[in-house]
């Protein structure tokens, strides 16, 4: 039981990269709104109720790898070292993400990140969202901070800081690399640019 558990977990997730990368090649050549659903479901050979079932929503074929993000700030304070205040926690993770090049941080020079980056910030419906996302990510982040023991308002608004902080350093990432700048410069004033905006941000957190 267990095994047949696994292999379906396993088939599910080929189905799901195979839309995926379908639709994301697809959106990269054509345009997000110029390909149709159902051209992506006949790309990644699925019906187009499969990929309904995978993807609720068009937006979603691309905004998925965002998406794997969520919450990602609030886990990072919640799970921080003894000791360890929440801002120098969300620091460090943003410091480590440069140094992983994380595409999240803006700071990846792969051809395909960057076209992901143009479009998901020129595309309304892409941008739109990407705040709504951002604003679930603010709230669950400011229950964290909250549990750390800032009272609910500090708490609202250092959330907002922080995540409006590293949307704005991530998109000063892409856009030094996308006027090509070497990937190296970059990183080096993505370090300096991080440090210097992480201690602006109020002690309160």
């Known amino acids: 039981m267990v095994l047949m558990t696994g292999l379906r977990e396993l088939q599910r997730q080929r189905v799901h990269d195979a839309i995926s ?12 709104d110029a390909v149709p ?5 006949a790309a990644a050979g699925v019906s187009k109720p499969t990929l309904f079932k995978y993807f609720p929503t068009k937006e979603d074929l691309v905004l998925h790898r965002i998406a794997d993000h969520q919450g990602e700030a609030a886990r990072v304070v919640r799970g921080r070292a003894p000791g360890e205040r929440p801002l120098e926690a969300l620091r460090r993770h943003f410091l480590d993400g440069l140094a992983r090049r994380d595409p999240v941080t803006g700071l990846n020079d792969h051809p395909e990140v960057l076209a ?5 910030f020129s595309t309304p419906s892409l941008a739109a969202r990407v705040l709504q996302y951002m ?14 023991g800032a009272d609910g308002l500090t708490a609202a608004l250092v ?3 922080v995540l409006a902080t590293q949307r704005v350093l991530a998109r000063r990432n892409v856009d030094l690399l996308a006027e090509g700048r ?11 640019a991080a440090r210097h905006a992480f201690d602006l941000l109020p002690a309160g957190g």
């Open 21 to 32: 990368v379908a639709a994301i090649a697809l959106f990269l050549e054509r345009g997000f």
């Open 37 to 41: 659903v159902t051209e992506v479901a």
């Open 116 to 120: 992901y980056h143009r479009m998901v």
């Open 135 to 148: 604003s679930l990510d603010e709230r669950v982040l400011a229950e964290a901070l909250a549990e750390s």
């Open 159 to 161: 959330a907002g800081q």
């Open 182 to 192: 070497p990937l190296a410069e970059v990183e080096r004033e993505a370090v300096r």
